[in-house]
Structures are given as C-alpha cells and as structure tokens.
C-alpha cells in the first residue's frame, strides 16, 4: 500500500516532462493522422486482389528495412516536439515579461469591439 503511494508522484513528474505544454495538438494530428493512413493501407491491402502475394512481399522488405531505422530514431522527432514546445514556451513567458497581461487583455477587448463596429 505505502509502496503504491510512493509511486504516484513520481509518475505524475514523468507524466508532465512528457507533455507537451502548447504544441499537443501537433501530436494529436500526427496520431491522427497516422491512424488514417494505416486504415487506408489495410483497405487497400485487403482489396488488392490478384497483387496480394506482391504486396506482402513488398511490405515484408519495408518491414525488414525501415524497422531499425524506425527503432533508432522514433523518439528523436517528439524530443524535436519537446524542444520547439519548450522554445514556444520560453517566447511566450519573455512576451509577458515585457507585455502586462492586463494591456494584452485591453488590446483584446479593443480589437475585437473595433471589428464588431466594422462588420456593422
């Protein structure tokens, strides 16, 4: 029981080092994405009719190839994510330093009045 809660903190640490703060929506697209590729693949794969033999000898060399390739840098293009979002980050915590938020809020009001007085 008390090895369990001890565990718990610690996870949530990991957790938040892995989550991306301002680009998450990148990573969901890419998932996204990637799950309507790999849809597409098998339907057409399962249609392929009299090429179905080619075809799994064409993706078992893809396989063969790519899988240590693949294996070797899956992680490098989310530490490439983790960086742009930590250099967003950085961007937007200057931009407050210099800016008040209270002044960011007027402009916001300001400019969304002025365009509902134009759209008039």
Known sequence: ?????????TETIQDDENRLKYLDFVLVAAIY???CFSIL????????GPLKPRVQI????????????????????????????CKVDDSINELDRHVPVNELRTYGVISFATAHIQLE
């Open 1 to 9: 029981m008390a090895d369990t809660e001890a565990k718990q903190p």
């Open 33 to 35: 994405v990637i799950i």
């Open 41 to 48: 693949y098998e339907y057409a794969k399962k249609n392929s």
């Open 58 to 85: 064409v993706e078992g060399t893809v396989k063969t190839v790519i899988g240590p390739v693949y294996e070797k840098f899956h992680d490098i293009l989310f530490e490439l994510l983790k960086f742009i979002d």
